[in-house]
């Protein structure tokens, strides 16, 4: 096994509201090693986001806080840098690419000008000539057409896959060794998060940066990812890789996950929610969080937190007391795996 | 894997399969060359002839302004006024201070150029007028200048920040608004004594800042919220590049708006300061110490009327530039006015 490019360990995050403490992130852990691309999927405010604009830093502080954890990045802790030795790491070893394009572009700077931004922000002394042919060497990776003219535009005479597009090229714009990508085709229609995912995947492939790919999408999941994270209110409930977990989930929330999407092959009349609706992250219930809302479900969920603990192998792990009486069981595209 | 989401590979709701609008799917190691025809939204257009002559923010602001009638006119009659001032020495007949005795109080007449008259020194009116202008516009532009810049810093500074600084630096603000200008100008002119120029300029721009200071609070409290800050951030950039690189250029149409009805509004109280005897001492001519001459001659009402009706002029013309930058300034303005 290589050694991990990222470590994170007990990383929890709270969120200091009127009606009281959000426990956004609660005790995650996970590694990534070089040249993966991680999904990690989960609910809205299942804490996916803040656990990685936590290694940024990115976290408003206050009301937010970093209660505890360590990032281990490159031999570093990003929790525990100063706020001048992180400025150095974002952008440049570890970039993020956002999920609104519309809004993440600054209208009044050309894009040519915001990318050159990224790289002058870390190499101040690189001559505008070299930055501009940087730029556009970034918008044809990407697959901008006629960069040049493109480089001189405003993010207006942009449309929405080309500016998904140019963050990207901003995200590496100086070759990070760790990407991010935080939903990035959630605010796209369908045909373009195809192109901007296979833009995406392109240019993982030939930055080999390890990628992060935050979504809710499992299908973008199944399509692109190495291995996968399930968040849940704030914890993990479930890792592995991608095909053990879509051939056989351990865990019965991902269960309720697959089985909430439509299969394509199949006439559905219905499709299948998990019931109820995900807790409140200020009053957590006590034990497994997903027990009001599991088949599973019994005395033991309701006192006793299960802890994330390998099933068939250490690479496949589950959060759940009963994991075992989920083996053999199959989920909606156990058979499309294999 | 595939089959899983697109499992006929045409139709599907999942949009991870990377394929073309063709339903072409891609190929894996899709070039830039292929990725060049990949978005139909913006270049297909182009490739159809059906080119949209694209302008720029300024380009448009431009267009509107010159749409604008009276902001075009009084355009064209600061450029008259001002561009006499500036050019004093070579547009006016005489030296604002060369006294004649034996042509004393003359009315305005083409002889000799005295288009003005003459005053009770036999210094010839007009001259002096013109002079007066320039010293007029020095005040005037160095105010807006001097007071747009402090302006610009305080309310940057207390909008991005917010918090404490921020509650300080408008408690000041707040403070120097409720003072009042005209007195508080007295008892300091008188103080110091009657001032040069400058004295009462940088007097002036002590007070006038604080207009400006809450637009840009205004604009950068709203705007340091925004995605593309949080996305400069993620890219590494500091709060000074933040701050002057991507939100400031935001804030430049109210900046200068503000700054060119300062212009006209310094040149008032200049002019109201030095009739009052308490601004700028002759013989250096402005336009307030030539009307306050005039009183000391109530039957020749040139000496009154030509100063006066200049500085009428001047703070019509700015407001009426003003009036029309705010219009053509407005990004949320596509439609030009008639």
């Known amino acids: ?338 | 894997m595939t089959e899983f989401t697109r499992p006929d590979g045409s139709s599907g709701l999942v949009p991870t399969a990377p394929t073309v609008a063709g339903g072409q799917p891609l190929a894996p190691d899709a070039g830039i060359d292929s990725a060049v025809g990949i978005d139909p939204g913006v270049d297909s257009t182009e490739a159809a002839g059906l080119e949209l002559k694209v302008r720029s923010q300024w380009s448009y602001a431009r267009m509107r302004f010159f749409r604008h009638r009276l902001a075009v006119a009084g355009l064209i009659g600061l450029i008259v006024i001002f561009g006499a001032g500036i050019f004093a020495n070579l547009v006016a007949p005489y030296s604002y201070a060369a006294i004649d005795y034996t042509n004393t109080l003359h009315p305005p007449t083409t002889i000799n150029h005295h288009y003005f008259g003459t005053d009770g020194i036999g210094a010839d009116e007009f001259s002096r007028v013109i002079y007066g202008i320039r010293t007029s516009l020095e005040v005037g532009v160095f105010v807006a200048v001097v007071s747009s810049i402090v302006g610009l810093i305080v309310g940057a500074v207390a909008g991005y920040f917010g918090g404490l600084l921020d509650n300080m630096l408008m408690r000041i603000t707040d403070l120097v608004l409720t003072l009042p200008v005209l007195a508080i100008l007295l008892a300091v002119s008188a103080l110091i004594g009657n001032g040069s120029q400058w004295t009462i300029s940088i007097i002036l721009a002590g007070f006038f800042w604080t207009g400006i200071a809450r637009v840009v609070r205004g604009v950068f409290l709203s705007l340091r919220e925004k995605e593309y800050v949080e996305a400069a951030k993620a890219s590494g950039a500091g709060d000074a590049r933040i701050m002057f690189r991507h939100i400031l250029p935001n804030t430049l149409g109210p900046v200068i708006v503000n700054g060119t009805l300062a212009v006209g509004v310094a040149i008032l109280t200049e002019a109201a300061l030095s009739f009052l005897g308490f601004g700028i001492t002759p013989p250096t001519p402005s336009l307030g110490v030539l009307v306050n001459d005039g009183q000391n001659y109530p039957v020749q009402w040139w000496l009154t009327i030509f100063p006066g009706l200049l500085i009428v002029l001047i703070v019509l013309c700015v407001n009426f530039v003003g009036d029309g930058l705010r219009d053509a300034l407005d990004p949320q303005q596509r439609r030009i006015r008639a």
């Not at chain 1, 009127?18 to 993966?36: F, Q, T, W």
């Open chain 1, 1 to 338: 096994m290589p050694e991990p490019i990222l470590s994170i360990q007990d990383l929890a995050v709270e969120f200091r509201t009127e009606d009281g403490i959000v426990h956004a992130v609660d005790g995650v852990s996970y590694e990534l090693y070089p040249g993966e691309i991680l999904g990690i999927v989960g609910e809205s405010g299942s804490g996916k986001s803040v656990s990685t604009l936590a290694l940024l830093g990115l976290i408003p502080m206050p009301p937010g806080r970093i209660v505890s954890g360590t990032a281990m990045f490159k031999g570093r802790d990003l929790l525990r840098l100063k706020k001048k030795e992180l400025r150095k790491v974002r952008g440049n070893e570890v970039a993020m690419v956002f999920q609104d394009p519309m809004t993440s572009l600054n209208p009044v700077l050309t894009v040519g000008r915001q990318l050159g931004e990224a790289i002058k922000t870390h190499y101040p002394d690189t001559k505008d000539a070299a930055v501009k042919q940087r730029v556009i060497e970034l918008l044809t990776l990407v697959g901008v057409p006629n960069p040049a003219t493109r480089y001189t535009q405003y993010p207006h005479e942009f449309s929405g896959g080309m500016r998904q597009r140019a963050m990207i090229a901003m995200g590496i714009a100086n070759s990070p060794s760790l990407l991010i990508a935080d939903e990035p085709t959630t605010a796209l229609d369908v045909t373009i998060q195809a192109q901007v995912l296979e833009v995406l995947k392109r240019v993982q492939q030939e930055t080999d940066a390890a990628t992060i790919l935050i979504t809710h999408d499992l299908g973008i999941v199944a399509e692109m990812c190495d291995r996968v994270l399930v968040m849940y209110a704030g914890h993990i409930v479930e890792s592995g890789t991608v095909e053990a977990i879509f051939r056989s989930p351990r865990h019965p929330y991902t269960i309720g996950l697959m089985n909430s999407l439509p299969k394509l092959t199949e006439d559905e009349e219905w499709l299948e929610p998990i019931t109820g609706a995900p807790p409140s992250l200020i009053n957590l219930p006590p034990g497994c969080p997903f027990h009001p809302r599991c088949f599973l479900a019994r005395e033991r969920c309701r006192q006793e937190t299960p802890p994330l603990a390998p099933v068939e192998g250490s690479a496949h792990q589950s959060a759940c007391h009963f994991s075992e009486e989920l083996i053999g069981r199959k989920s909606k595209f156990s058979e499309a795996v294999a």
